[in-house]
């Protein structure tokens, strides 16, 4: 399905004011907004996960590991490069980033464990297996903490679904360096 990247001529008025707030945010507007722009209603909700999962109440580098972890396992092209490259500022190895993105876990027992829970999350539905569980919780995650880690994964998921549903979006200049597949 061919999905337009808008701009400022094209995009239904009452997605202009979230917009115009993402691009405060990030200081551009990214394609993938730009595509889900088309329905404000999309993008009220999409603006709204991410808001929610950009909070100071989730370690930044467990939530990008998760988009990581959720991009590979829903073949997110658009999500791996923008998690990769923001992993990359967070100063992530470089090596764990590629092990990533080529569907294998991080060093450390926690970035292990967020990505074999996010990866899990996804690829079976919700039902994660006892002991993915178990290995997050003994590896200190809190309840809170794997519910925070839905809520990535179902922002992550959505991304996916219109990355997959336009046949992949094309990357923003600042992702393409972070190009997956």
Request: hydrophobic residues 50%; glycine residues 10%.
């Amino acid at each position: 399905m061919h999905l337009s990247i808008l701009t400022s001529d094209s995009v239904p008025e009452a997605s202009r004011p979230v917009l115009d707030g993402i691009a405060a945010d990030l200081g551009f507007v990214p394609n993938l907004a730009a595509v889900i722009a088309a329905s404000p209603t999309l993008l009220a909700g999409f603006d709204g996960l991410r808001r929610a999962v950009g909070g100071d109440s989730f370690d930044p580098v467990h939530r990008e590991i998760a988009g990581v972890a959720v991009g590979v396992a829903v073949d997110n092209a658009y999500g791996v490069a923008f998690h990769s490259t923001v992993l990359s500022a967070l100063g992530m190895d470089q090596q764990d980033i590629k092990a990533m993105r080529d569907g294998a876990e991080p060093r450390g027992q926690v970035h292990g464990a967020v990505y074999a829970f996010a990866r899990a999350l996804v690829l079976e539905r919700g039902a994660v297996p006892q002991e993915v569980v178990e290995r997050a919780r003994n590896a200190g995650l809190q309840p809170a903490d794997l519910l925070q880690l839905v809520t990535e994964c179902a922002f992550a998921t959505l991304v996916g679904l219109v990355d997959n549903l336009a046949g992949r979006i094309e990357l923003d200049e600042p992702l393409r360096p972070q190009a997956w597949k």
